[in-house]
Structures are given as C-alpha cells and as structure tokens.
C-alpha cells in the first residue's frame, strides 16, 4: 500500500484524509474549461460546466460516460443543489442566478441590483435557510469567450444574498473579483475566493477570506480575515468537507486547508484546477474540474451536511 505519488502530504493531519491505495482517476477529457461541478445523488451524476465551448456536461457515475446536459447553457458555470434537489446555476451569458424547476424549466432568481444587470454570475451556494449566495466578477462579460462582451452597468464585483422571498441584497463589496464561496459547517465562517490578481495583479494576492456571519445567518458582521493565500496560481472554487477542512483549486491541483488556515496537503493534477465537488453516494469522491478534464478520487472525509 502506498499513497498515489500525487498525494502530497504536507501535514500529518491530511494522512487521515486521504485513502493510501485509491487512484488520482482521470475520467475524460475534452473541455476548453471546465468548471462548476455540482453532484446530483438521485441519478448519481456530475454536472459540470465547459463555458468557453456554452455548454453543460454530465458525468454519469454508473457508466462512466460523459454527455451533453445543456447546449447551448447561457455559458453556465457555477452549480449548487438547493435544499429541493434542484439545480440552481450561475450563468455568465444569462447575467442571472437561475434555477431548473422539477418540471424542467429553467427559472431566473436574480438578474438584477438595484435595476443594473448583473456582470456574470460565477458561483453559487445554498445556506441551510434556503437563502442562496453568489459572486458576481466580470469574466462573462470581460470578453466574448466566456459570455457577451458588455460594460459593467453595476460597476463592481459584488457577492450577494437572495432572500427566499426574492430580495437581492449586497453581502460584499470590498473585493476585486470574488470567485469561489462556501460556508463552513456550521455556517458561522463564509469564504471567499478573490481571484482580481486577473485585472490588477499583485495588488489583490490570490487569497480565500473569511467572513464572519451574523447570529441570524442573514448578514455579514464586517468581521473578516485572510484565510489562506494560494502559492500557485489562483484559488477559484473550493468545497469543504465535514470537519470543515477547505479543499480549493489551484493552478498545481487541489490544496487542502485545515480550518485553522495551514495547508495540510496537495493533489497534484497535471492540469489547472477551476473546481472541485464532493459526490459519489456517501459524498466521500472528490471530483476536480481542471482545464480540459475531470478527474476524481476518494478520501477518506465527505462533504459537509
Ligand atoms: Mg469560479
């Protein structure tokens, strides 16, 4: 038995994380950049995005086959199952947060901020109360590549909150462009990935934040810290798994940050990490969108609730 040589184990605590004789799988390859991963138990497959080329894929776990989900898919990237099963999608080319209904039709939850467009939903999370909180960076509108080229009407990069009752309300504005998000388990830390270092440079480093959410759940205290600062490349999106460990892209593969901010270990991937998402029945396969690819292995941890 030995651990696959792209474990990388910088911390004894990620030994226990990690399965010394499961493989790094490389499962298909032909994206031109996937991103957006969200597992889907009831049919056991992984949604996932490949923007550039407008569509939405599906990896089905039984067969191992890959297929069109969506095509053409307003350039969606991020994905998240609301507390209903459905799948709620961060479109670029939308502009919009939208949701698939049970009877399969897409309905959009959030285009607009104060009567401005929205630049380009990125990712997208559901909290326990069904609210549902999204960055909104410019990257879908920066080019025609990923979305339509247009000018910012909002005129910042933001990271929201859509009430269940349809109310939009601005989390947080002091970011360049916000990226990746997720809570910890208990919901008290939202973490946020800024990725600006695409449209300034070193003056915004490539950093995960915590945020700091109120008693209520429904706001931000104005409390928040650097969690962590990637070392290769940029994080992007990041799940985190039952013990609140942070498993983040990155441009070397997957990191993985124990909750008190030290990065106990590495997946190396040959391609840049965009994604990752637990899946699998007993949520304990972690699926990693890079570039061209999806990739998966198992660990021993599974995604949080
Ligand atoms: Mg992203």
């Known amino acids: 038995m030995a651990l696959d040589p792209a474990i990388e184990v910088l911390d004894r605590r990620f030994y226990g994380l990690v399965i010394h004789n499961a493989h790094i799988e490389h499962l298909w390859t032909g994206a031109r950049w996937a991103e957006g991963p969200v597992y889907v138990p009831s049919s056991q497959q992984l949604i996932f995005s490949d923007i550039p080329n407008d569509r939405t894929l599906r990896y089905d776990e039984r067969t191992g086959r890959v297929d069109v989900f969506e095509e053409p898919a307003f350039n969606a990237n991020g994905h998240c199952l609301d507390l209903q099963g459905r799948i709620v999608t961060a479109e670029h080319r939308g502009r919009a947060v939208t949701r698939i209904d049970h009877d399969g039709i897409r309905r ?62 601005l989390m947080i504005s002091d970011m360049v462009r916000p990226n990746g998000l997720a809570f910890s388990p208990d919901e008290s830390t939202l973490y946020v990935a800024d990725t600006g270092v695409s449209h300034v440079g070193a003056a915004c480093p490539p950093d995960i934040r915590a945020y700091e959410v109120s008693a209520d759940g429904r706001a931000l205290t104005g409390a928040h810290s650097t969690f962590a600062t990637c070392t290769a490349g940029v994080f992007d999106g990041f799940r985190v798994d039952e013990d609140g460990n942070i498993w983040t892209s990155a441009g070397d593969g997957v990191h993985c940050f124990a909750d008190d901010g030290v ?27 890079a570039t061209t690819g999806l990739y998966s292995t198992y660990l021993n941890t599974r995604a949080a609730r």
């Open 108 to 169: 959009v939850l959030a285009e607009r901020y104060e009567n401005k467009r929205l630049n380009s939903p990125n990712d997208v999370i559901v909290k326990s109360d069904s609210s549902i909180w999204f960055s909104d960076p410019t990257y879908g509108i920066d080019s025609d590549y990923e979305g339509d080229a247009a000018e910012s009407e909002i005129g910042g990069s933001y990271v929201y909150r859509l009430d269940p009752d349809g109310t939009l309300d």
């Open 263 to 289: 990065l106990i270990g590495k997946i190396r991937i040959p391609e840049v990490v965009a994604n990752v998402e637990f899946g699998g029945l007993k949520r304990n396969r972690l699926y990693v969108c």
